[in-house]
């Protein structure tokens, strides 16, 4: 097959086939006695298998596992989708303890969640912390309590106190600190609970679209892996 033949099938032009052997994420085609490319049914399966591991692992895994693996380095390309599939989960398990942070936030006595601002002792035993906890985790520069004018006293706002239930579902689900910043920035930049649960609903869709080009890609690459230990059995 020439460039052309292998490109076109994918919306792809000649060069950028070229490019992709050149990166080594085709293999090495062999040169015609005049010095054109010719490219094997081996060369599909590679190219195929790199345009769905993109969706799947992003471009620069894809790009990875396909170096590895036309090197010969199969377990450590194995061990970078590996990673990818460890990564979904933890992101998996990440919106179920924001979730379950959430619900539990939206248990008041009455059915209804509270809107008044909260001190820190009853902050802390509501999530069956101590307050120097809460303390810890605002100088980490998560929870940011304002002081009462009158008493000096730190008062939680409701946004605070969604943070803090947030917070102690992450620590409980093994997140360090520094994890666990980005993910309440990510939250606040979201203003209503309303948004908030779409953006859940919007990330866990991601994920789920994500999987499911993981077992795309698994396929992929499982037939070229047969492709290749075909070539390697002849070889």
Known sequence: MRPVDLARPHGLSGQAVRNYEAAGILPAAERTPSGYRRYTARHAAALRTFLALVPAHGHAAARSIMTLLNAGRTDEALTVIDRGHAELLTDRRTLDAIEQALTELNRA???????????????????????????????????????????????????????????HQLRRSAYLLVQIAPLLAELRDTASPA????????????????????????????RYLGVEGGQTGRG
């Not at 999530?127 to 605002?138: D, Q």
């Not at 100088?139 to 409701?158: E, F, I, K, N, V």
């Not at 779409?198 to 990330?203: E, M, N, Q, T, Y």
Request: hydrophobic share 35%; glycine share 10%.
């Open 195 to 222: 948004s908030v649960a779409s953006a859940i609903a919007d990330r866990r869709g991601r994920l789920h679209a994500r999987a499911l080009a993981m077992l795309h890609a698994s396929a992929e690459l499982g």
């Open 109 to 167: 006595p009455d059915g209804r969640p509270s809107h008044r601002h909260t001190t820190i002792g009853a902050l802390a035993h509501r999530l069956g912390l101590r307050p120097a906890t809460l303390r810890r985790w605002e100088r980490a520069g998560l929870l940011h309590p304002t002081r009462d004018p009158a008493t000096g006293y730190r008062t939680y706002s409701p946004g605070d106190v969604r943070d803090a239930h947030i917070v």
